[in-house]
Antibody
Framework: EVQLVESGGNLVQPGGSLRLSCAASGFSFNYYDMNWVRQAPGKGLKWVSYISSSGSTIYYADSVKGRFTISRDNAKNSLYLQMNSLRAEDTAVYYC????????????WGQGALVTVSS | DIQMTQSPSSLSASVGDRVTITCRASQSISTYLSWYQQKPGKAPRLLIYAASSLQSGVPSRFSGSGSGTDFTLTISSLQPEDFATYYCQQTYSTPWTFGQGTKVEI
């Protein structure tokens, strides 16, 4: 069974840092691209970042570029999102999501990790 | 950035109704279009990818169509478990963008 489990969500002050993790199981992690998608309270979905299966290709939404860093460790079947210089508008549930390629959508999602940025 | 606009933003329907949700892209995205269902407090679930391909395990009452800029998600006979919010997403070019969502209510 495919499972994606996020961890690391927390309350953090503006300007602070947080690292989210996504532990993958039930599939060959190193064959799949991975993404982070966030959802602010009561709002819609917003794509945050993408990393290819090998880690060689990375994309970011403009709103997080320069502040967030996506990475993966295929030996540990894990995806990460390092978030620095956090702002109130980064408050959201953060989901990791798997994709085989751009054409086939995000086929499995984690349960989400809540990040709250507030003083 | 490619803007995705869904209509309607919400709709009221009854069990057994045929429901259609539309999604319009601000420029052509070929068939790089997916549809997701999300229930409160849950992660999104992929329903349709490549505009019209049904994801494994998704009931056949869900179908998708369209190409270029105009797309449609149809639920042929609404079931109680289908009351949820539906999102379209383009993956033609980054930043990959979602529609604002369509809430299907009783």
């Amino acid at each position: 069974e495919v499972q994606l489990v996020e961890s690391g969500g927390n309350l953090v002050q503006p300007g602070g840092s947080l690292r989210l993790s996504c532990a993958a199981s039930g599939f060959s992690f190193n064959y799949y691209d991975m993404n982070w998608v966030r959802q602010a309270p009561g709002k819609g979905l917003k794509w945050v970042s993408y990393i290819s299966s090998s880690g060689s290709t990375i994309y970011y939404a403009d709103s997080v570029k320069g502040r967030f860093t996506i990475s993966r460790d295929n030996a540990k079947n894990s995806l990460y999102l390092q978030m620095n210089s956090l702002r109130a508008e980064d408050t959201a549930v953060y989901y990791c999501a798997r994709s085989r390629d751009a054409y086939n959508g995000f086929d499995y999602w984690g349960q989400g990790a809540l990040v709250t940025v507030s003083s | 950035d490619i803007q995705m606009t869904q209509s309607p933003s919400s709709l009221s329907a009854s069990v057994g109704d045929r429901v259609t949700i539309t999604c319009r892209a601000s420029q052509s995205i070929s068939t790089y279009l997916s549809w997701y269902q999300q229930k409160p407090g849950k992660a999104p679930r992929l329903l349709i990818y490549a505009a019209s391909s049904l994801q494994s395990g998704v009931p056949s009452r869900f179908s998708g169509s369209g190409s270029g800029t105009d797309f449609t998600l149809t639920i042929s006979s609404l079931q109680p478990e289908d009351f949820a919010t539906y999102y379209c997403q383009q993956t033609y070019s980054t930043p990959w963008t979602f529609g604002q969502g369509t809430k299907v209510e009783i």
